[in-house]
């Protein structure tokens, strides 16, 4: 099966900063790599899929990035309402997994 | 509008069993494979189980595989798990997820929005 590494698990950033999360497969996954956001009691919303296409009506500070074994989602701009947990999720080989997830909060 | 609704979680002892149900509107059931995910409390995010579009093919988690079984009827645009010797380690919030596109594995384009099941005695 294959893993997926995220970091950092948790981070804390400025309005208006710039954050970048990774994610790494155990073996090469193409562009085979999707990106979620889950707030707080609430199901995940997909923002990324094939590594680096923006889902329609995802705001546009909102970017991925990568191929093979190494992927990265970035923020161009944190908000507030971006206060969030993100999940990578590879779809290359079954089953399909998920990052263990990186906690974002405003500092 | 797209929705899928949950339903079915409940608490249940240890080696009991539960079905849950997924209830999709707003599109074109039929056409889309279907997946389970759950996320045990204040964890992350850990997939279950998918069926293809005609539940013709399904793939389990190895953590549920020959306990868990996954079905759908098309004819009511529902999508099923049927959970069996159910363990304090399968205690989640359990989501039914579509598919984007005609791939059965791929971007998870709309997700419920969960129903809890909790295993213990």
């Known amino acids: 099966d294959i893993q997926m590494t995220q970091s950092p698990s948790s981070l804390s950033a400025s309005v208006g900063d710039r954050v970048t999360i990774t994610c790494q497969a155990s073996q090469d996954i193409s562009n085979y790599l999707n990106w979620y956001q889950q707030k707080p009691g609430k199901a995940p919303k997909l923002l990324i899929y094939?590594?680096?296409n923006l889902e329609t009506g995802v705001p546009s500070r909102f970017s991925g990035s990568g191929s093979g074994t190494d992927f990265t989602f970035t923020i161009s701009s944190l908000q507030p309402e971006d206060i969030a947990t993100y999940y990578c999720q590879q779809y290359d080989n079954l089953p399909p997994a998920f990052g263990g997830g990186t906690k974002v909060e405003i500092k | 509008e797209v929705q899928l609704v949950e339903s079915g979680g409940v608490v249940v002892q240890p080696g009991g069993s539960l079905r849950l149900s997924c209830a999709a509107s707003?599109?074109?059931?039929?056409?889309?494979?279907m997946h389970w995910v759950r996320q045990a409390p204040g964890k992350g995010l850990e997939w279950v189980s998918l069926i293809s579009w005609d539940g013709g093919s399904t793939y389990y988690a190895d953590s549920v595989k020959g306990r868990f079984t996954i079905s759908r009827d098309n004819s009511k645009n529902s999508l099923y798990l049927q959970m069996n010797s159910l363990r304090a380690e399968d205690t989640a919030l359990y989501y039914c997820?579509?598919?984007?596109?005609?791939?059965?594995?791929?971007?998870?384009?709309?997700w419920g929005q969960g129903t809890m099941v909790t295993v213990s005695s």
């Open positions: 997820a579509k598919v984007a596109g005609r791939p059965t594995v791929g971007a998870f384009d709309i």
């Open positions: 707003g599109f074109t059931f039929d056409d889309y494979a």
């Open positions: 094939d590594a680096s």
